[in-house]
């Protein structure tokens, strides 16, 4: 009998075991910029324990800038940032292959003064304009591209300043410049103080091309490790979905993550959520692609080899398709 007890006993704890190992969450690293919106989103999946619901187990590794979470990825100390799709084909170009699935199409717009006497992008020329990002940043590429099946080439019809995009809204707000073009959370802060869109680039895009809202940032991951943990992966857009919808159908779940967006009132606030929720990707994965592809020969062109690499098309593997219902 002492031994039938041992043996029951035994069984009881290796099943336990099982069980729990059964049940052990998967891991993702993930790499976030302090100051990111991919922050705001984390922030709502943890307090509506959407991680939990996933049994995803979430290590987030906070970095000061995009170019840092670059190098965590590919020196493997990440499985998945935010970039953009062109990197993503750029690097798959030159041999590592990653792979981007849509974050959010939130571009950024030209913002001018209430009262500013410019009324369309055709009066930008002449004028002092400023660009966040520097010369290669994609809005400013495409705004060119748009500007010149006019016959206007802003890089010398108008005066650019560069600079990063706290800079440029500074500049913006200290009246420096007559018009910004900047990341779309800048341009909401400017709007919020009543500045005016005089377009954003996504009214554009239909001019260059594009069908439909284009995701102009995305979950960045290295396809070799999402063939290894293809449920997790699927698991994880799932999840970040929910906390999409959260934040759309709720302005409480806003509540609890205004302190992370660093609105200074409710009227900032309210802008950051409306652009926000603008911003969510609702489309198919290949209608995304093949606008993407249009888009991407609109910026080799304009951006060249410095821009793109090697590659004068976007690469075959560059959007992920693995997600179960795309």
């Not at 990440?78 to 792979?99: H, N, P, Q």
């Not at 992966?233 to 979905?241: H, K, L, N, P, S």
């Not at 992370?260 to 994965?285: E, F, Q, V, W």
Request: aromatic content about 8%.
């Amino acid at each position: 009998m002492r031994v039938l007890a041992r043996i029951l006993a035994l069984a009881t704890t290796l099943a336990l075991t099982l069980g729990t190992a059964a049940d052990a969450a998967d891991t993702i690293r993930l790499a976030v910029q302090k100051t990111g919106t991919f922050s705001w989103e984390l922030a709502t999946i943890r307090e509506a324990g959407l991680d939990k619901e996933a049994n995803l187990a979430l290590e987030v590794t906070e970095l000061a800038s995009p170019e840092a979470g670059k190098i965590a990825l590919r020196a493997g100390n990440a499985d998945i940032m935010l970039s953009d799709w062109l990197w993503v084909s750029r690097e798959r170009a030159l041999g590592a292959k990653l792979t981007f699935y849509p974050y959010s199409s939130a571009l950024g717009a030209v913002m001018v003064p209430a009262a500013s006497p410019i009324k369309t992008l055709g009066d930008l020329k002449g004028r002092k304009l400023a660009v966040g990002g520097g010369p290669l940043d994609k809005s400013w590429l495409l705004l060119q591209a748009r500007m010149k099946q006019d016959g206007i080439d802003l890089k010398s019809d108008a005066t650019i300043a560069y600079g990063a995009p706290p800079l440029i809204a500074a500049k913006a707000l200290d009246g420096e410049m007559d018009a910004s073009l900047n990341f779309w959370n800048f341009c909401a802060q400017l709007e919020a103080k009543g500045f005016r869109r005089l377009a954003g680039i996504e009214e554009i895009l239909p001019k260059l091309g594009a069908k439909g809202a284009v995701s102009a940032v995305g979950y960045v991951f290295d396809e070799g490790w999402a063939a290894n943990h293809r449920d997790a992966v699927a698991r994880f857009i799932a999840m970040t979905r929910k906390a999409k919808q959260l934040l759309v159908t709720s302005d409480t779940a806003w509540d609890k993550i205004a302190p992370l967006t660093g609105a200074s009132d409710p009227a900032m606030l309210k802008t950051y959520r409306d652009r926000y929720r603008d911003g969510i990707p609702r489309r198919n994965i290949s209608d995304e692609e093949a606008d993407a592809r249009v888009l991407y020969r609109v910026l080799a062109e304009i951006g060249g080899r410095e821009l793109v690499g090697p590659a004068a098309e976007l690469d075959p593997g560059t959007f992920y398709h693995a997600v179960p219902g795309d």
